[in-house]
């Protein structure tokens, strides 16, 4: 799964002295140990859900994530570009009583990194360091909340940022080619196109920072994820003290609204040019035909394995190589479950580009009549079991996960699903998914050269 994603992270950081922590009394906390995947879950008095999850993968580390649904995708058009710039205008602004530059040495001070984002479909609070910075990061969130500052000078110092960026990026082939599929998969949404120089001209620093505020008020909103190595009960006692006392604002920042994608029918072919290296790169979309719940997402993982492995295998014997043929599963409008896709990526010579396609459609065809065997099945657990117990020894995949799994709404504790995957699913149970998951009639290719 692509659980570290397709967006640019603009560093933000923020730390202060404390003045009014008594403003907001952390009350009773509602706390629920998760026993299979040992962590801690905390159900604040103001709203936020918070998850410990101590480890002893790396002996100093930690990582933190708060993320809320909802973007500046749910606001007017007019007010995108502002509500994208916020947080670079808070960095740039600085925080309470100190200068950007001063926030930047008090978190290098406690080995911090720290960020914050705001996206089309979700606001993002972010860093890691060492596990001595928690309380330093914990009050740095606070301060996110409760003591935003946003000046002239920042504004303008953001903005100038702003342009240079999106100068690098139209230069940049990744962030071009992922744009323009984004767009040709979506029929040209002018929802989902990129902020411009107009937009960021039009902008305006009353309203950025009106919806910083807005993006940053209601902690109830909010899910936040602790990994490390850390002391449980220590740690439990700052999250009461600088997460547990942020208030929470009579009204709701509404920013989580519905958001459809709609797929282009048939079968569509696109193309756009990118500069420098030779050859292309290709990607065969398919839209689910299922939808993705807790239940069927470990599924719909396994099937994409089992395709992968088996076009690689194919590939390789009709032309040599296997020109690194990937198969995933991708939320487009992520952190939103709607309107998934199966994407199919390959790097080769131009001119190979067809013959790969064909033989691409003419496998999945064949495993949608014939389906697969007991040995791929069994072939594929193994590896998923094997890459499960490396990724269930590291912080960052912990953090991710987990911050996923508040986000939709699931249980955490289904994480871990290794006892599963020893004996599921079957064979009968992947053919069946095989034939439903996807139509090779439906589905977009689109080249990057």
């Not at 040495?105 to 001595?132: A, H, M, Q, T």
């Not at 995957?421 to 589905?443: C, D, M, Q």
Request: aromatic share 10%; proline share 3%; net charge negative.
């Amino acid at each position: 799964m692509n659980f570290l994603r397709y967006f640019h992270i603009i560093l933000l950081g923020f730390a202060l002295s404390l003045s009014a922590l008594d403003s907001v009394q952390a009350d009773d906390v509602e706390v629920k140990y998760l026993e299979s995947i040992k962590a801690t879950q905390l159900q604040l008095a103001n709203g936020m859900k918070v998850c410990l999850k101590p480890t002893d993968y790396e002996t100093d580390e930690m990582f933190i994530t708060l993320a809320a649904a909802g973007g500046y995708a749910s606001l007017e058009k007019k007010d995108r570009s502002c509500c994208e710039l916020a947080a670079q205008v808070a960095w740039e602004s600085g925080l309470g009583d100190m200068s950007s530059d001063e926030v930047s040495v008090f978190l290098y001070e406690n080995s911090l990194e720290f960020c914050s984002k705001i996206y089309p479909f979700s606001r993002l609070i972010e860093g890691e360091g060492s596990v001595d910075g928690i309380e330093a990061f914990l009050r740095c969130v606070r301060m996110v909340f409760m003591q935003q500052r946003f000046d002239e000078a920042g504004w303008k110092t953001a903005l100038l940022s702003a342009k240079r960026g999106l100068s690098t990026v139209i230069n940049d082939n990744d962030h071009v080619y992922e744009a323009a599929l984004l767009q040709f998969n979506a029929q040209q949404l002018v929802d989902l196109k990129q902020t411009n120089i107009d937009d960021i001209e039009n902008s305006n620093l009353s309203k950025t920072k009106e919806l910083f505020h807005r993006c940053f008020s209601d902690p109830s909103e909010f899910s936040c994820v602790i990994v490390g190595n850390f002391n449980k009960e220590a740690v439990l006692e700052i999250v009461k003290k600088y997460l547990g006392t942020i208030p929470r604002p009579e009204k709701s920042s509404q920013l989580n609204q519905p958001f459809v994608v709609e797929f282009p029918g048939g079968i569509t072919n696109g193309s756009v040019k990118l500069g420098g290296k030779p050859g292309c790169v290709t990607r065969m979309t398919f839209p689910l035909q299922v939808d993705v719940s807790e239940q069927n997402l470990p599924e719909i993982a396994f099937v994409c394995q089992v395709i992968e492995a088996r076009l690689r295998r194919v590939i390789t014997e009709k032309m040599a190589l296997s020109y690194g043929v990937d198969v995933s599963y991708e939320f487009p409008v992520y952190p939103l479950l709607n309107n998934p896709w199966i994407s199919i990526h390959f790097r080769c010579d131009h001119k190979l580009k067809d013959s790969l396609k064909q033989i691409i459609i003419t496998e999945l065809g064949r495993l949608q009549v014939q389906g697969v065997n007991d040995e791929e099945v069994a072939n594929t657990r193994k590896l998923e079991s094997s890459n499960l117990e490396f990724w269930l020894q590291d912080n960052s995949y912990w953090v991710s996960m987990l911050i996923n799994y508040y986000l939709w709404g699931w249980n955490p504790e289904k994480i871990d699903n290794r006892k599963s995957l020893a004996e599921h699913p079957t064979a009968e149970a992947t053919n069946v998914l095989l034939k439903n998951i996807f139509s090779i009639t439906n589905y977009s290719s689109f080249t990057g050269y």
